[in-house]
């Protein structure tokens, strides 16, 4: 099993829509969450991090689930720029190990 | 002006050829990181640093080596290019605090191998 998995999509989601993914991981000692964007051919942009008790930033919101270990990402009111790849990000303390998943995508259509 | 930047931007050599990549960075972060992504593949980790003195290999450090000549700078070479190694490199860096700190990328260097 893939230490960090994500529906590599795409998904295809009308302008104005709400989406939400979810990305698993597989070892409980992982620590920190984070997602982060890549638009493409460019570098990922961190989007945010991941807190235990969730978060929100604008029209993203982001949840962790320990006992089922996923995180989610929401995007309300989905714009056309929002178009990209998210990519799942998770860190371990004990050996200080950072693994990233291969990135959702997402099109938002007109 | 990018806090973390990569040169080249783009590079096509031959097979066989001695590259370079050059990353330096502003933020003044200890750790830096080199990594490739192919299509379908994502991001793959190929050398990292924590600081001046210590180098890490990677998943897939084979037909690779670093070099962090200072905090800021970490190049990436490859001794003797093959057609396998293009792809898109990006150096990345991170603060103190380990893994619960995230990376910040740069613009990345497009590499093709012919």
């Known amino acids: 099993r893939k230490e960090v998995e994500q529906d590599p999509g795409p998904f295809n989601v009308p302008e104005g829509a709400t989406v939400a993914f979810n990305c698993t991981y597989s070892?409980?000692?992982?620590?920190?969450f984070f997602w982060y964007r890549q638009d493409c051919r460019k570098e990922p942009k961190l989007l945010m991090s991941v807190y235990s008790s969730g978060n929100e930033d604008g029209r993203f919101t982001a949840q962790l689930n320990r006992a089922s270990q996923y995180i989610s990402l929401l995007i309300r009111d989905s714009k056309l720029s929002d178009s990209a790849t998210y990519l799942c990000?998770?860190?371990?303390?004990?050996?200080?190990?950072?693994?990233f998943g291969k990135g959702t995508r997402l099109h938002i259509l007109p | 002006d990018a806090d973390v930047t990569q040169t080249p931007r783009n590079r096509i050599t031959k097979t066989g050829k001695r590259i370079m990549l050059e990353c330096s960075q502003t933020?003044?972060?200890?750790?830096m990181y080199w990594y490739r992504q192919d299509p379908g593949l994502g991001l793959r980790l190929i050398y990292y640093?924590?600081?001046?003195?210590?180098?890490n290999k990677g998943e897939i450090s084979d037909g690779y080596s670093v070099s962090r000549q200072a905090q800021a700078k970490f190049s990436l070479s490859l001794e003797s290019a093959i057609p396998n190694q293009t792809a898109l490199y990006f150096c990345?860096?991170?603060?103190?605090?380990?893994?619960?700190?995230?990376?910040?990328f740069g613009d990345g260097t497009r590499l093709s191998i012919l």
């Open positions: 640093s924590f600081d001046v003195k210590d180098i």
């Open positions: 990000v998770t860190g371990r303390n004990r050996d200080d190990k950072i693994i």
């Open positions: 933020k003044g972060h200890d750790r």
């Open positions: 070892n409980s000692a992982s620590q920190s």
């Open positions: 990345a860096t991170s603060d103190l605090g380990g893994s619960n700190q995230p990376q910040h």
